[in-house]
Every structure is written in structure tokens, then in C-alpha cells.
């Protein structure tokens, strides 16, 4: 069993910045591809970036391509996720959810089994 704990969401203005992280205990970490979805009100969860157990691998949602970040530290078992110029539209609860089936990142939801509680991301205009 991985437990997953995201922080660092929060209100932030149009154009600013915020780094989630996330932490997971319980097995191998390191053995796990890694991905960040987020969900807005009344929509559905979608991809937002995910991570290979090495790291070298990584897919994006294409819009947020060229300004958000995925990465790892799997010496700290952690993940984060580093989102700039950031948009009212993209206000959302933000999941980090782990793959133990994969070691290359999927873009789908229902291949991750782990997930965390979330973190809230308000974007203000």
C-alpha cells in the first residue's frame, strides 16, 4: 500500500506561481510512475503531467505544456509538480496519483491505483 499526501496549493493571482508537493510512505516508491490530474468543479479529472520511476520520462496536458514541471526526488520519495503563469481556468483540486503497473507515465485515470486527498489551486483574475 502507498499512501499519498499532497501540499503547497493555496490562492495565487493570474500569471503567479505555486509548486505542489507530494509525499508518499508505505512500499517502493521508486518503482512507480507518478502523475499530478486535477478536477474542477463539474468536470471531469483530467491529466495534468506525469513522471516516469526514473524520471527521464514525462508526459503534459498540452495546455499547460512549456509552463509546468513535473519532477521527483525519489531519495525522498516525493513529487512535484511546479506551475507557472498560471490561469483563472485552471483553478481546480489537484491529485497526485500513483501507477504500480507502469514505469512509464499513463495519461489515463484509471490506470493509476494509489491517489491522494488533493490540494485546492484558486487561480484569482
Known amino acids: 500500500q502507498v499512501q499519498l499526501v499532497e501540499s503547497g496549493g493555496g490562492l495565487v493571482q493570474t500569471g503567479g506561481s505555486l509548486r505542489l508537493s507530494c509525499a508518499a510512505s508505505?512500499?517502493?516508491?521508486?518503482?512507480?510512475?507518478m502523475g499530478w490530474f486535477r478536477q474542477a468543479p463539474g468536470k471531469e479529472r483530467e491529466l495534468v503531467a506525469a513522471v516516469s520511476w526514473s524520471g527521464y520520462s514525462t508526459k503534459y496536458a498540452d495546455s499547460v505544456k512549456g509552463r509546468f514541471t513535473i519532477s521527483r526526488d525519489n531519495a525522498k520519495n516525493t513529487v512535484f509538480l511546479q506551475m507557472n503563469s498560471l490561469k483563472p481556468e485552471e483553478t481546480a483540486v489537484y491529485y497526485c496519483?500513483?501507477?504500480?503497473?507502469?514505469?512509464?507515465?499513463?495519461?489515463?485515470?484509471?490506470?493509476?491505483?494509489?491517489w491522494g486527498q488533493g490540494t485546492q489551486v484558486t487561480v484569482s483574475s
Open positions: 496519483a500513483g501507477d504500480s503497473r507502469s514505469d512509464v507515465p499513463r495519461t489515463q485515470s484509471r490506470s493509476y491505483d494509489y
Open positions: 508505505g512500499r517502493t516508491f521508486s518503482n512507480y510512475a
